[in-house]
């Protein structure tokens, strides 16, 4: 299965269209908080096929809204923290990265994604992979998502 990464998009939905342009394989989508408004919501529904797990981050405003455009979708928004099993894998969601790397030390999970400081990392704590896939909104002159493939547990930043 291949995971796509995305975090603090900022409602920039022209960076936003190139990041899913580099989803179109994936099969699932982890959005790791930062939407904004509830049209960033809605275009991921609108052109992301597959299943959609989000967590919140501290820019998401309007929520009500923001929860019924991902009704629209296979979308599960779920809340401040996120514990998936995906494909055999143990996989982690939090905005934060305090959290993040709190979550990965116990070596529960197989993946544990942050966003949050829209720098993007990669490192091993024991067993566990620590993801920040740095921002889709570009604020720091790059946009990056991250991959993740649950079959070899490899993952990989892309910048655009």
Request: hydrophobic residues 45%; charged residues 20%; negative net charge.
């Amino acid at each position: 299965m291949r995971l796509a990464i995305l975090s603090d998009i900022h409602d920039n939905i022209w960076a936003l269209d190139r990041a899913l342009q580099r989803t179109a394989n994936s099969d699932a989508l982890l959005v790791l908080g930062d939407l904004c408004a509830p049209f960033t919501m809605a275009m991921l529904v609108e052109r992301f096929a597959g299943p959609i797990h989000v967590v919140w981050g501290n820019n998401d405003g309007d929520r009500l809204r923001i929860a019924e455009q991902a009704r629209r979708g296979d979308t599960t928004l779920h809340g401040e923290f996120a514990d998936l099993m995906l494909a055999g894998r143990r996989v982690a969601l939090t905005h934060y990265p305090h959290i993040g790397h709190a979550v990965a030390r116990n070596g529960d999970y197989d993946l544990v994604c942050y966003g949050h400081n829209h720098q993007r990392a990669q490192s091993q704590a024991g067993a566990t992979l620590l993801l920040n896939p740095g921002e889709v909104m570009g604020r720091f002159g790059v946009s990056s998502i991250a991959l993740y493939d649950t079959d070899t547990a490899a993952a990989e930043i892309i910048e655009y």
